[in-house]
């Protein structure tokens, strides 16, 4: 139970902290110190009830259909390789440096809608949480519940430590070469769970 819960944490880590319009919006509202609380609490419950949705739906479907944990293994396998392919060239190409607006402060409602907007108009978020999660966690079965508790607290501990820390980030997310070397990190994390995956599944 404890290993499914460390490898859901640091799956659904690998996943969300990679660079995109949704964590530079919590990154941005984290430095401008403007409804952080709000924008934290909406991304990791939303994250929350996308990764639920993808454990039970996993389930169900390796209940049913026979062949379909091997598949999504393997196929989770493709997918991370590729995920982390792609991050190694985002660093190769260089990052794009974080850039804090002085603009008025907006209110609570336009700060909402835009959090919600970046969550759930986003459909990166369903391959991330639903499809992939869901996949990987049946193969923790029967402590698949267990993966999906952890890549949920990843998810809180991620965007609370975004949106909270972002003020002391700033200086150094100001930096190009920053960006750099956690695109270069995420590709590391996306790759060592995909060579663990296959080698699960080789040895079994």
Not at 140 to 168: C, D, K, N, Q, V
Request: charged fraction near 5%; include cysteine.
């Amino acid at each position: 139970m404890v290993a499914s819960v460390f490898a859901g944490f640091f799956s659904g880590l690998g996943l969300i902290a990679a660079i995109g319009a949704q964590n530079a919006f919590v990154l941005r509202q984290g430095v401008r110190r403007e409804h952080v609380g709000v924008v934290v609490l909406i991304c990791a419950l939303s994250d929350a009830i996308l990764v639920a949705l993808g454990v039970a739906g996993a389930q169900v479907l390796t209940a049913t259909l026979p062949g379909f944990q091997v598949f999504m293994l393997w196929g989770g396998v493709g997918f991370l390789l590729v995920y982390g392919a792609l991050r190694f060239r985002a660093a190769w190409q260089g990052g794009a440096a974080l850039v804090s607006m002085a603009a008025a402060r907006a209110p609570l409602g336009r700060v909402v809608a835009t959090a919600l907007a970046f969550t759930w108009l986003n459909p990166h978020v369903y391959l991330d949480t639903v499809a992939l999660l869901g996949a990987l966690s049946m193969q923790y079965a029967p402590y698949h519940w267990g993966f999906g508790a952890g890549a949920i607290l990843s998810s809180f501990a991620f965007f609370t430590a975004l949106g909270y820390g972002a003020r002391m980030l700033a200086p150094v997310l100001a930096r190009p070469r920053a960006w750099v070397v956690l695109e270069g990190a995420i590709g590391v994390i996306m790759w060592a769970i995909a060579a663990g995956l296959a080698l699960r599944a080789l040895g079994g």
